[in-house]
């Protein structure tokens, strides 16, 4: 059987391809490759481009694969862009999400393990990592769009022979340790990302959005997870699924969250840079603090991560930004 990744050629689906390729498991990447690349993918993956939502497109891809597994990463994730322009994001994210999923239920697909987000919560009532049970308010369209989604897939998996998972991640950063893949879109808005453009001197320096929320140094607090962890956990879902395991709903990160401002500091910290810092004003959409409780994910899916360091994860990133500009460079 094979495995379905859509947005397969971006930043997380293509180490997501890359830890299934390692997994020995067979692969089909869907990707209309407006953020992503076809570099990115593994060699050993059939690649068909084109949109989820593409009926025609998806039937061929049914017919020609023997899929039982969906991985969904491919819709928009950008806040501001979110706030500024929902009805971009709804169909996007949601209303292409709902043609997948019908199209998985008419080929048959049971399986679907789905990259949600920890925006579904908005900002928690406390400052303890958070719980799945926790209330969810985004405070966003992205976070929005992701949620009702999640609600698509609880109601299909009632109605058909359907289980899911979807996991709830926050800020992903890092590359591939093995050097394979990163993050590499032009003008992403990842902070860690952000910060080793600035480090490598690829900008002038970087914007903070906020110093006036209610934290020790007035930044937002996330909790950072390695991509690679990640997409480990996506291949724990899929296993524990296959397994027998029924729906569920999963965070996925490591307990802790670092302000904005402790990041920039270990970026300058790895990379032996300086850069300029410009503080600007708050961004609509941005939560004030959030850090997930990952036990659920650690209990039900075996899921151990391996990178829990936040020094790991910067100098990863560093190390494939400067590939990047070597490989600009040829």
């Not at 022979?161 to 800020?171: E, K």
């Not at 850069?275 to 899916?301: Q, T």
Request: with cysteine.
């Amino acid at each position: 059987m094979a495995v379905l990744v859509t947005g397969g050629a971006g930043y997380i689906g293509s180490h997501m391809v890359w830890a299934l390729v390692d997994a020995g498991e067979d692969v089909v990447v869907l990707d209309r490759l407006s953020t992503g690349f076809r570099w990115a993918v593994a060699p050993e993956a059939r690649f068909y481009e084109g949109d989820i939502a593409d009926a025609a497109l998806l039937a061929t891809i049914f017919a020609e694969n023997s899929i039982d597994a969906i991985i969904h990463f491919a819709g928009s994730i950008i806040v501001p862009e979110s706030v500024a322009d929902p009805l971009s994001y709804y169909e996007n994210n949601t209303v292409k999400s709902r043609a997948l999923i019908a199209a998985a239920v008419a080929a048959k697909v049971p399986y679907f393990v789905f990259s949600s987000t920890a925006a579904v919560y908005g900002t928690p009532d406390g400052t303890e990592p958070v719980l799945e049970s926790a209330a969810l308010r985004p405070e966003s369209p992205y976070g929005s769009s992701k949620l009702m989604t999640e609600i698509m897939l609880r109601d299909t998996a009632a109605a058909h022979d359907f289980t899911y998972t979807a996991l709830r991640y926050f800020n992903v950063a890092g590359a591939d340790p093995r050097g394979r893949t990163g993050q590499s879109t032009a003008g992403a808005t990842h902070l860690i990302k952000v910060a080793s453009e600035a480090a490598l001197g690829k900008r002038d320096g970087m914007d903070v959005y906020g110093t006036d929320y209610p934290t020790p140094d007035g930044t937002c607090i996330r909790d950072y997870i390695h991509v690679s962890d990640l997409a480990n956990a996506h291949l724990k879902a899929l296993q524990r699924m296959r397994a027998g395991g029924g729906s569920i709903v999963a965070n996925c990160g490591y307990g802790r969250g670092f302000s904005v401002l402790e990041v920039l500091e270990q970026v300058k910290a790895v990379s032996g840079k300086d850069f300029p810092v410009r503080i600007a004003g708050r961004r609509p959409g941005d939560a004030v603090l959030i850090v997930a409780n990952p036990s659920v994910a650690m209990k039900e899916l075996g899921w151990t991560p391996q990178y829990d360091d936040l020094p790991f994860i910067v100098r990863t990133a560093l190390e494939w930004e400067d590939h990047l500009g070597k490989r600009n460079q040829r």
